[in-house]
């Protein structure tokens, strides 16, 4: 048995101000490649193949023990051939263990509920949009906490045990994606808590000013296929509320790559980055970013990706 399942554009979070009894919220997308693809049958014992580092390889194994020992099974056998790029913006974290705890579940005819399989694993905690993709692709916005639940900010891999983030949108998304994953600053675990804990709360004005550009820019430029809107929407983004500081923690390079292609085009940072997705004239924006690349002497890739609508698949 084989599971496929999309990476995601996280494009900000919503509410990092919480005074009106909820916290967290996400917009984000869920993109064809990169991709996991993970082979998977019944074992005695957890085996782990592939190319792949160790803290995959760790995670892989502490989600595949979680769900035996729910589901009383001994073992699995997992194959990896191909991984989402690690702690890059992308959501490889979530992703793989929704897609091991899925594969497994299928593979004992359990086939626990991805919901099920994201409180076991401890993610979404903050920000619902990779379980969203996962499960069901396109675009999405999710609806956060309340602060009854969690009333603290802090990113998902520190928020284990919160019930996952409802979604509140989700529509077809038909545009493709411009991806720029450059050797930018990856920022993950205790690095993402001290953020939070400096920055948080955001100032009540940007996260209304978001909420504004998300209700009545973004959502109805998705609906009338209005990319030019969606696209200066994605731009603003970049200088308010938490997308603000997750930007202003980058590299140079990663700054001047989204400054550059801001001025005829779109570019925003998923999650805390590096990597950069983009919309408009592809010649150009390649252009932009191997000129910049060049400038600083590092290496990266761009990518032309095609939406995901469908969320995994197995089979």
């Known amino acids: 048995m084989k599971i496929e399942s ?12 919480g005074s009106i009894g909820r916290v967290d919220g996400g917009v984000g997308l869920a993109l064809e490649n990169p991709k996991i693809v993970i082979e998977g049958k019944e074992e005695d014992e957890i085996i782990i ?32 051939e191909s991984l989402i790029p690690q702690h890059s913006g992308l959501g490889s974290g979530t992703q793989i263990s929704l897609s091991v705890g899925k594969l497994i579940s299928k593979i004992y005819n359990k086939d626990l509920d991805v919901y ?25 916005v999710d609806g956060g906490h309340s602060i009854k639940e969690k009333p603290f900010f802090k990113p998902s891999s520190a928020s284990k045990g919160i019930t996952p983030a409802p979604i509140l949108v989700r529509y077809n998304f038909n545009w493709d994606t411009i991806l720029i994953i450059p050797k930018g600053r990856h920022i993950y ?27 009545m820019k973004i959502l109805p430029s998705i609906v009338e296929d209005d990319l030019e809107s969606f696209g200066e929407a994605i731009n603003r983004i970049q200088h308010i509320g ?68 469908i969320g995994y698949k197995i089979w």
């Open 6 to 17: 999309p990476s995601r554009i996280h494009i900000t979070l919503i509410d990092l101000n």
């Open 49 to 80: 193949e592939g190319e792949i580092n160790k803290d995959v390889e760790k995670r892989i194994f502490t989600t595949a023990k979680k769900i035996l020992d729910y589901i009383d099974e001994r073992g699995v056998y997992l194959k990896v």
């Open 116 to 140: 099920e399989i994201a409180k076991l694993t401890g993610r979404g905690g903050t920000s619902g949009i990779g379980i969203g993709a996962f499960k069901f692709g396109g675009f999405l």
């Open 189 to 215: 675990g205790n690095k993402e808590v001290d953020i939070f804990n400096k920055y948080c709360p955001i100032r009540l004005e940007e996260v209304r000013e978001l909420s504004h550009l998300i209700l």
């Open 242 to 309: 938490f997308k603000k500081v997750e930007l202003s923690l980058q590299t140079q390079p990663v700054k001047e790559i989204i400054k550059e292609i801001q001025i005829n085009n779109y570019a925003g940072l998923s999650s805390f980055g590096p990597t950069i997705y983009a919309y408009g004239d592809y010649k150009e924006i390649k252009g932009i970013v191997k000129e910049i690349f060049s400038k600083y002497n590092i290496d990266g890739d761009i990518l032309k990706v095609k939406p995901n609508n």
